[in-house]
């Protein structure tokens, strides 16, 4: 009889199995749990910079239009419309961003397929940093307009200017006052006039009606805008209250500061870019901007006064203190037109009986020859023509008997040398770049107020950098803090 043997129970084994399967479930679903976990943490602090990126972006992303339409300039108005210009406006609109990225409203049919596993909400945001137009004397203000002109000009008008500025500095013709001689000399003359004492009143009679200064005298008593325009009646009659500007609100420390750090001086050549932004988007006479509030904007830059038509009188007289410097020169240098001068002096102190007088009246009929040539050259210049910073024979216009006559001539266009905005150049140039950027961002406020929507535009509430921070928590107990800094 052969015994059978009994097989075991696997009651055991399954024991074992059942214990490793618990053991190793328990190790893989706490390490499932610590994955998904990790990745919620991690998508939420990536999610809260994506949103702050896109938040920043969208701030900056509302540039004033006008700006950059008529102006060039990506720059954010932290007024958006209203009367005054506020960070806290700022904070408002990037929260307004950071919460609606942040949202799933509005998402159609996501939410009955997906649950929000990440539970982001703002809990803060605050505007740390901006940097305004005005900082600094408007250095921002001239970073943004050097960097509009960098792409447009070429090294040939930087080359123009400098050796132009070389003529003037080397002959001294922005520092040489002729006007001023000319006043000291016929004041010399007038001493003459006592009758009793010197030439008697038949001689000084005779002087008088010859005197080449007294012609002179009569004419800058008239203005000098009779002598250089053809219409005076046809000039703009534009006028400003400057007090509403910038400029002003500078001077009464009522200006808007942001806290960026401002970098180095402009340099030379940023110097010049910026000089030619000014031409390039500022009116002038000849040349006015369109819906300009002052018409003659470039000579405002210059002379900084509320009406159109003082700006324009005060750098034609400034254009004329250049020509009658270089004017000078010419007639000191030219032989043939001093022989003249010195045989006019002899036979106008000859007639009154006073040689001694001859240097003196050389002096005074150098100096007038001089002035009225200049008058003709302004008169040239506003017409469209051209002038030479430094005269020939050829390009001399006037001769000497023409100071005792009535000017009446009409110059035209033409002509060689420099245009009425290369001169405007060379005194722009001359100028402190701080007095020239505060007039201009007083055009900036006149011509953006103009427009619809903008009629409390201010350009100290102008930013184009700032800084902000969030803080951003997670209903699964989370929260994360972001800074970033963004600029046009």
């Not at 900084?304 to 038509?309: C, L, P, S, T, V």
Request: glycine share 6%.
């Amino acid at each position: 009889m052969t015994k059978r043997r009994k097989c075991r129970e696997p009651a055991a084994v399954s024991g074992y199995l059942t214990v490793y399967a618990a053991l190793t479930l328990t190790v893989m679903i706490s390490l499932c749990l610590v994955l998904i976990e990790g990745v919620r943490r991690h998508t939420i602090a990536f999610e809260t910079q994506c949103v702050m990126d896109i938040g920043m972006d969208s701030v900056l992303a509302e540039y004033h239009r006008v700006l950059l339409e008529r102006y060039g300039l990506l720059m954010v108005d932290t007024s958006y419309g209203t009367d005054y210009p506020s960070y806290y406006n700022t904070e408002q609109h990037l929260s307004e961003y950071l919460k609606r990225n942040l949202s799933y409203e509005g998402c159609g049919f996501l939410p009955f397929f997906y649950r929000d596993l990440l539970g982001m909400e703002l809990q803060d945001v605050q505007v740390l940093k901006v940097s305004l137009a005005t900082d600094d004397g408007g250095r921002v203000f001239q970073r943004r307009a050097v960097e509009c002109m960098r792409s447009r000009l070429g090294l040939e008008t930087v080359e123009k200017l400098l050796e132009w500025m070389e003529i003037v500095d080397g002959y001294g013709l922005l520092e040489e006052d002729v006007e001023t001689q000319l006043d000291r000399v016929s004041e010399e003359l007038q001493e003459y006039k006592d009758a009793e004492k010197h030439i008697g009143e038949e001689a000084w009679s005779k002087m008088e009606t010859l005197d080449p200064t007294e012609a002179v005298q009569a004419m800058r008593r008239e203005g000098i805008l009779k002598w250089v325009v053809k219409d005076v009646s046809q000039l703009s009659e534009a006028a400003v209250d400057l007090s509403q500007y910038i400029s002003v609100r500078y001077a009464r420390k009522e200006v808007n500061h942001g806290n960026y750090p401002q970098g180095e001086q402009l340099s030379l050549t940023d110097n010049i870019l910026l000089l030619e932004y000014f031409l390039n988007y500022a009116g002038r006479y000849g040349k006015p901007m369109e819906d300009s509030l002052l018409q003659y904007q470039v000579e405002y830059l210059l002379c900084g006064k509320a009406g159109d038509r003082d700006n324009l009188r005060q750098t034609a007289n400034l254009l004329c203190g250049i020509r009658e410097a270089a004017n000078v020169i010419y007639l000191l240098g030219d032989e043939a037109k001093r022989s003249e001068v010195e045989a006019a002096a002899a036979i106008l102190s000859g007639i009154i009986a006073q040689p001694e007088l001859q240097p003196l009246l050389e002096t005074a009929l150098i100096l007038a020859w001089a002035y009225l040539e200049s008058l003709y050259d302004v008169k040239a210049l506003l017409a469209g023509g051209r002038v030479e910073l430094l005269k020939t024979d050829e390009n001399w216009h006037y001769s000497l008997m023409n100071i005792w006559t009535p000017l009446t001539e009409t110059a035209t266009g033409g002509g060689t040398g420099l245009s009425y905005e290369d001169y405007l150049r060379i005194l722009l140039y001359v100028q402190s770049s701080e007095l020239s950027t505060a007039r201009f961002m007083d055009l900036v406020e006149m011509d953006v107020r103009r427009t619809p929507g903008n009629s409390c535009f201010r350009i100290d509430g102008c930013i184009d950098r700032l800084e902000a921070e969030a803080v951003i928590r997670s209903g699964y107990g989370y929260s994360f803090t972001v800074r970033r800094e963004k600029q046009y």
